[in-house]
């Protein structure tokens, strides 16, 4: 049993429940809130297979704390920063800065770097025209108990997010300078990106014509620094196939391995780049949703575009988003707080 947004839910019994490797590092702490990064695939607080493999549980036995709850939710699938607070007289003040959205949230992720698509519903705003970044995507989005996907329909706005090209220097050396290679040959993903970017903006005239084109003859990539690979002003030499600092070639993420397994066909590859992800408002799925709907599915996202179902083991390609800062004023010191988490990308 634990208590979130007033409510007490309780928790089936769990038996024989599967370990999560993977563990939190609590960031801050004080008599009121702790603060943690959390990994990918651990559930924030129980649900259905979960419940000791949990950040809540774990902190409660950490601390001894039984009293200890989340002031928000996050998703399994997405790590990055999570408050919880320490005293039950303390739940309600802090669990409402997140519901009056009085938290600045931002999030980063790996989507793919193409022309951004039209969305079926709701609206695209340029907020530094003509540019197509940054934008302002508006919509409704629905979410069914036991549906797993969450999906926009026609109607009252309910869902904003402010959507930004991030660069390596977002957040200082938080995830470093990564790069993907090919393992044999240096074929790179350079015109794929260069048209991304110009054709971007046709994309969102009534004339445009969507056209890309593909990265040829890449093999099973390999992570490496770009220490070794890029020259001052994008120059090659050493670091020959590298695709500039703001994106990164993948041969394939997340069910794109077990469906090239499953079937034999070699998966498409596929060149990404970082977003900055700001949500106004805090809608299941929204932020993967909103991505999907351009056109831009967040990479290792096994439900969008389509649902699929890996192995509750398998912890192979997780899904590319993190809660990357959270900051508000304390309501009860009244001092800014700001926490960044340090969970790399890629």
């Known amino acids: 049993m634990w208590q979130y947004g007033g409510m007490t839910e309780r928790h ?29 695939f651990l559930a924030t607080t129980p649900r259905g297979m979960w419940y000791r493999q949990t950040a809540l549980i774990r902190l409660r036995e950490q601390f001894g704390e039984p009293d200890i709850a989340p002031a928000h939710r996050l998703d399994r699938a997405t790590a990055g920063i999570v408050v919880f607070t320490r005293k039950p007289r303390l739940r309600k003040t802090y669990q409402m800065l997140f519901q009056k959205h009085m938290v600045a949230k931002t999030y980063e992720c790996l989507a793919p770097a193409a022309p951004i698509a039209r969305p079926q519903y709701g609206t695209i705003a340029r907020l530094d025209p003509p540019a197509v970044f940054p934008l ?17 329909r026609p ?11 991030g660069i390596d220097s977002d957040y200082g050396d938080v995830n470093g300078q990564i790069r993907w290679e090919t393992m044999h040959g240096h074929t790179d993903c350079e015109r794929q990106r260069r048209l991304a ?23 099973p990539a390999r992570l490496i620094s770009t220490a070794a690979c890029a020259k001052p002003g994008g120059g090659r030499g050493p670091g020959r196939g590298c695709i500039g600092r703001n994106a990164i070639r993948l041969h394939s993420v997340g069910h794109d391995f ?37 056109g831009l599915p967040i990479a290792g996202d096994d439900l969008y575009p389509r649902i699929n179902y890996p192995d509750y083991d398998d912890f ?11 900051a508000f004023i304390d309501p009860i010191s009244d001092e800014l707080r700001r926490f960044v988490s340090r969970v790399p990308l890629g």
Not at 201 to 214: I, K, N, S, V, Y
């Open 12 to 40: 089936r019994w769990v038996g024989d429940e599967p370990e999560i490797p993977f563990d939190y590092d609590v960031i801050y702490e004080d008599s009121g809130i702790i603060v943690i990064d959390k990994p990918h």
């Open 136 to 152: 302002l995507r508006r919509s409704r989005i629905v979410k069914q108990r036991g549906i797993l996907q969450a999906y926009e």
């Open 155 to 165: 109607g009252e706005v309910n869902a904003e997010t402010v959507i930004r090209l």
């Open 197 to 219: 970017g110009s054709r971007a903006g046709r994309l969102m005239g009534d004339d445009a014509e969507e056209q890309t084109e593909t990265c040829d003859d890449v093999r």
């Open 258 to 294: 077990r469906s090239y397994a499953a079937n034999g066909q070699r998966p498409r590859p596929v060149c990404y780049r970082r977003y900055i992800l700001e949500p106004k408002t805090g809608k299941t799925h929204q932020l993967r949703v909103h991505m999907n709907a351009l």
């Open 316 to 326: 192979s390609a997780p899904l590319q988003l993190v809660a990357r800062s959270l």
